[in-house]
């Protein structure tokens, strides 16, 4: 498992009963978890001191009760900082298990010593993007959602990189990959995070088990003669490292040779020393 295992600002303290205690720089939340399905004693002091505590209903969704919480508020991870506030479906903006990736190809960008080119795409609030800049990278910033990528701009100025060489774009993903396609633009590296299950802006639907795999094909013909990496992170139940694995090998590997990885990624809990698994990714590399 590769484990994020850096952050100063950032921790899981606890988890139990289908819940995680979270530290966000000076404040905790508890949030579901559907993977913590043990119910040990709660011996951290911060369940009873949690600054918020997202409910699941039954019915699906849920709703967040608010102790002494700010509407906005930072944390950081090395050089970046990044903007946070409690929306819907209970996230805060940061999937901090992906601190792990950032570290990967942030070395792999400072190491190339050349001009390096970078898409990340479905890029959400734009900590990977944030991370490939701060490393020395030109970088292509694509999310059909508006406020997302807006919220990846003030991330950005937050970080001291109002002024890095990226292009933000609001966009459907596909859509655009169709069209780098025919303008002949080609990329150093790839970073994608698809969603399970989404729909396009003219609803078209998006099934992450029906839609990557032409879609790998798809992006695969927009990496240039010498490429760096690609990363393909899944939060989809049933898709396991090995199919991560199997797909970047299908893909990539005839053609440009490489070696590729894929494990679970997971986050250390301070009260019992368990790494809490989420999701997978999987990482293509030509060169070690």
């Known amino acids: 498992m590769w484990i994020a295992d850096q952050w100063e600002d950032y921790e899981v303290l606890d988890t139990s009963g ?6 966000w720089g000076d404040y905790i939340l508890v949030r579901p978890d559907p993977q913590v399905i043990w119910n040990t004693p709660k ?5 009873k001191k949690r600054n918020a505590h997202y409910y699941r209903s039954n019915k699906g969704g849920g709703n967040w009760e608010f102790f002494d919480l700010p509407d906005t508020w930072k944390i950081h991870y090395q050089s970046l900082t990044f903007h946070l506030q409690p929306f819907r479906f209970k996230h805060t903006g940061l999937f901090p298990e992906q601190a792990v990736n950032w570290d990967w190809f942030g070395e792999k960008i400072r190491k190339a010593k050349r001009p390096v080119k970078v898409l990340n795409l479905f890029a959400y609030t734009g900590g990977a993007t944030l991370m490939a800049a701060a490393a020395g990278a030109d970088v292509t910033h694509v999310d059909a959602s508006k406020g997302m990528v807006n919220w990846a701009k003030e991330n950005a100025a937050a970080s001291g990189l109002k002024e890095a060489p990226v292009r ?15 303008r002949g633009n080609h990329y150093d590296g790839i970073i994608m995070d698809p969603p399970s299950y989404g729909r396009g802006p003219k609803g078209e639907i998006w099934k992450m088990e029906e839609k990557i795999f032409p879609f790998l094909q798809l992006c695969a013909t927009l990496l240039s003669e010498e490429p760096l990496f690609f ?4 939060y989809t139940t049933g898709l396991q490292p090995a199919v991560l694995s199997y797909l970047l090998h299908t893909v990539l590997v005839p053609q440009y040779g490489g ?7 997971g986050l250390p809990v301070r009260e019992n020393g368990l790494v809490l698994p989420c999701g997978a990714s999987g990482r293509w590399t030509r060169y070690q």
Do not use: H, P, T, Y
Not at 18 to 23: D, N, P, Q, T, V
């Open 43 to 47: 011996k951290n002091a911060g369940w």
């Open 259 to 265: 070696q590729v990885e894929a494990q679970e990624i």
């Open 168 to 182: 933000w774009l609001v966009d459907d993903c596909v859509k655009f990959v169709e069209r780098e396609i025919r």
């Open 18 to 23: 289908g819940e995680k205690l979270e530290r």
């Open 231 to 234: 990363l393909l992170n899944s």
